[in-house]
């Protein structure tokens, strides 16, 4: 069913979950309540971190099926479709379909969750990567 294999989303899970704990970075002088301080907290500027570079290179480096494949997965698991909708969810993927689609994922708070829960709706896990057996 998959046209990307388990070890490449399971990388992904891996890394999109580090991505995700990284701390946001805020203006030292912001105050205590944001509604009167303007918004100023702002998040880490993405382009200029490595491990944003790093899943952003990995993504972009895959085929085309292979990222179609990941935003099937990241629906799935958002619970945009279920496991047994994955040819619905598919084509749907392959419609949206643009070369901005490493962008699109990696501006997704909960990425590897999303990957993860996809896998399992799909009888897949990603235990045997993470223990070092894939």
């Known amino acids: 069913m998959l046209t990307i294999d388990l070890e490449s989303v ?16 805020t203006e030292s002088d912001a105050g ?4 009167n ?3 100023r907290e702002t998040l880490r500027d993405y382009e200029s971190d490595p491990t944003y570079e790093e899943l ?3 993504i972009d480096s895959l085929n085309e099926d292979e990222q179609i494949d990941l935003v099937t997965l990241t629906w799935i698991g958002r619970g945009d479709f279920t496991g047994k909708e994955w040819k619905a969810a598919r084509r749907e993927a392959r419609s949206a379909r643009s070369d901005h ?3 699109y994922l990696l501006g997704m708070p909960l990425l590897g ?7 399992a709706q799909l009888g897949y896990s990603c235990e045997d990567y993470e223990l070092g057996r894939l």
């Open 10 to 25: 399971c990388f992904l899970v891996v890394k999109a979950h580090a991505f995700d704990a990284e701390v946001e970075v």
């Open 32 to 35: 205590s309540n944001p509604a």
């Open 37 to 39: 301080d303007d918004q």
């Open 56 to 58: 952003k290179g990995y």
């Open 101 to 103: 689609t490493a962008t």
């Open 113 to 119: 969750d999303y990957l993860e829960e996809g896998l």
